[in-house]
């Protein structure tokens, strides 16, 4: 079993920084993508940002493109976001997920994440 565990979350003023984490207990011998996801109050879990095994692939959402940025450190097991120039739309609970079937890829399709964290928060005053 996979566990990820997401920190960062937070209360920020629009136009300020927030960088979240994302640990994950390593599946032996085995690859992932990871995505990073958002529940906004009243809405549906959206699209963030993926990132692909290697690096070498990321994918964002029109609304974060610019701003936000994924990465991974293989030595630590972790997947960030570099969330800058934070709005008040920013405003959700975001959740880290795991794909270990398309790893190749940064897929945006929440069903090809089998692993989810518990979310944190992040709130941005206006």
Not at 24 to 46: C, H, I, L, T, V
Not at 86 to 95: H, M, Q
Not at 98 to 120: E, F, I, K, P
């Given at each position: 079993q996979v566990q990820l565990v997401e920190s960062g979350g937070g209360l920020v003023q629009a136009g300020g920084s927030l960088r979240l984490s994302c640990a994950a207990s390593r599946r032996p011998g085995s690859s992932y993508a990871a995505a990073w996801f958002r529940r906004a109050p009243g809405k549906e879990r959206d699209f963030v940002a993926a990132i692909n095994w290697n690096g070498m692939i990321t994918t964002y959402a029109n609304s974060?493109?610019?701003?936000?940025?994924?990465?991974?450190?293989?030595?630590?097991?972790t997947v960030y976001l570099q969330m800058n120039s934070l709005?008040?739309?920013?405003?959700?609970?975001?959740?880290?997920?795991?794909?270990?079937?398309?790893?190749?890829?940064?897929?945006?399709?929440?069903?090809?994440?089998?692993?989810w964290g518990q979310g944190t928060q992040v709130t941005v005053s206006s």
């Amino acid at each position: 079993q996979v566990q990820l565990v997401e920190s960062g979350g937070g209360l920020v003023q629009a136009g300020g920084s927030l960088r979240l984490s994302c640990a994950a207990s390593r599946r032996p011998g085995s690859s992932y993508a990871a995505a990073w996801f958002r529940r906004a109050p009243g809405k549906e879990r959206d699209f963030v940002a993926a990132i692909n095994w290697n690096g070498m692939i990321t994918t964002y959402a029109n609304s974060v493109k610019g701003r936000f940025t994924i990465s991974r450190d293989y030595a630590k097991n972790t997947v960030y976001l570099q969330m800058n120039s934070l709005k008040p739309d920013d405003t959700a609970v975001y959740y880290c997920a795991a794909d270990y079937r398309t790893w190749r890829l940064a897929s945006m399709v929440q069903t090809n994440y089998d692993y989810w964290g518990q979310g944190t928060q992040v709130t941005v005053s206006s």
